[in-house]
């Protein structure tokens, strides 16, 4: 069945630094992936999504590249700050046999360290 | 503020007993997703609605039922309730049906179960 794979499962940066998260998925007809972050305590709120007909998004400290045909996307943070601290789940659209919906992956847990 | 509303806050119950979680949509919103999160885990979707109507079914126990009301809101009913039933249950909405959408998520209800 369809599955998202997402690396490292926790992740510590110094702050100023640059964090990247993994995600691959295993449906090649996924077409949408977005990226929720949830910090502690809260609800999961999106930060950024991409479809497949780009290849890289950004949202000024936020990029999101995407690369079809290794079936693989990457959430890049750039000069990261103590509020990004949360945990960050990367998520493809899928369809199973009767229905499309979106599955998310494990998560990865950031730390950045002041 | 997503838009996405749940009661109660917090629950606390003993094993046996029977719950009922309630999750108001979106203004507009016509699909209802359940998402269970034990402690450090990812979201474990359980079962989505769209407008009244049964859409996905995803690791839903049997002993958890759910429905949609003419009004859209939702109610997830978990019965004969375990130990490790106890874990932060999300709601989240989006316009449509579809794995291309963005999911607005609710502040959660989390469950202890004594």
């Known amino acids: 069945g369809e599955n998202v794979e997402q690396h490292p499962s926790t992740l510590s940066v110094q702050e100023g630094d640059s964090a990247v998260i993994k995600c691959t998925y295993s449906d090649s007809a996924s077409n949408y992936f977005p990226w929720y972050k949830q910090e502690l305590g809260k609800r999961p709120q999106l930060i950024i999504d991409?479809?497949?007909?780009?290849g890289e998004k950004k949202d000024q400290r936020i990029a999101v590249t995407l690369n079809k045909t290794a079936k693989h996307f990457s959430l890049h943070i750039t000069e990261t700050q103590p509020e990004d601290s949360a945990v960050y789940f990367c998520?493809?659209?899928?369809?199973?046999?009767?229905?499309?919906?979106?599955?998310f992956g494990p998560g990865t847990s950031l730390s950045v360290i002041p | 503020d997503s838009g996405v509303t749940q009661t109660p806050k917090h629950l606390i119950t003993a094993t046996g007993q029977r719950v009922t979680l309630r999750c108001s949509p979106r203004?507009?919103?016509?699909?209802v997703y359940w998402y269970q999160q034990s402690l450090d885990q990812g979201l474990q979707f359980l079962i989505q609605y769209y407008n009244g109507e049964e859409r996905a079914k995803g690791n839903i126990l049997e002993r958890f039922s759910a429905q949609q009301f003419p009004d859209l809101h939702s109610e997830l009913n978990l019965s004969s309730l375990e130990l490790g039933d106890s874990a932060l249950y999300f709601c989240?909405?989006?316009?449509?049906?579809?794995?291309?959408?963005?999911?607005?998520f609710g502040p959660g209800t989390r469950l202890l179960v004594l």
């Open positions: 991409i479809r497949s007909n780009v």
């Open positions: 989240a909405s989006s316009v449509g049906g579809t794995g291309g959408e963005t999911q607005y």
């Open positions: 998520a493809a659209r899928g369809w199973a046999t009767s229905y499309d919906k979106v599955i």
């Open positions: 203004s507009g919103d016509l699909s």
